[in-house]
């Protein structure tokens, strides 16, 4: 189990890497950086929150494959996300049970769509999405200043306002262990 475990990771991750390298892929390969911050966090969150880790890390892989597969999907990629995950996994003849609990986390991690989160699994994944803006200020930055041409301003004002929505969108305990970061990274935007 440990083995397939693993070998289902490394396999999601090479594919979330090549779909961000594909020219559909409008948010660029910033998008796999970010993904791979929320992975990375989510492993932390579900150690903290003592989460399944198995669940959380496959779902903070496949949280985002919608949008970065077809950008049509972007408002509802939570939804498109979750039906994709189905797919993917029944390709390893994943646990049913355990698709179910990762299309959850995938239907709820959007900290501006509010729903429920019935598990930790899904407030992991949640959080985990949250944070890893602060974890990808330079891709931020990109974002504004390249893609979307902002003077320096206005760039460091949509950042800033960026990370403020993802710190409110995090938990009371997500708030909670990550305050120090949150304030060290607006100390330096300024």
């Not at 390709?91 to 509010?114: A, F, P």
């Amino acid at each position: 189990m440990e083995q397939m475990r693993k070998d289902i990771l490394k396999d999601l991750q090479q594919e979330i890497y090549d779909r961000c390298q594909r020219e559909t892929n409008e948010f660029g390969l910033g998008c796999y950086y970010h993904i791979a911050a929320v992975v990375q966090n989510a492993e932390i969150l579900a150690d903290e929150y003592g989460a399944d880790k198995e669940i959380v890390m496959i779902a903070a892989w496949l949280h985002d494959i919608a949008s970065i597969t077809d950008y049509s999907l972007y408002a509802l990629h939570h939804i498109h996300g979750a039906k994709m995950a189905y797919d993917i996994l029944k390709k390893y003849d994943y646990n049913d049970e355990k698709i179910l609990l990762v299309q959850k986390c995938i239907e709820n991690h959007r900290g501006s769509v509010s729903f429920e989160k019935s598990s930790i699994e899904e407030l992991c994944v949640a959080d985990a999405d949250a944070i890893s803006h602060f974890d990808s200020v330079p891709s931020l930055l990109y974002l504004a200043y390249v893609q979307k041409k902002l003077g320096i301003e206005d760039g460091r004002e949509f950042v800033k306002n960026k990370l403020q929505r993802s710190f409110q969108k995090l938990s009371i305990r997500g708030k909670k262990l990550y305050q120090h970061k949150y304030e060290k990274v607006m100390e330096v935007l300024g």
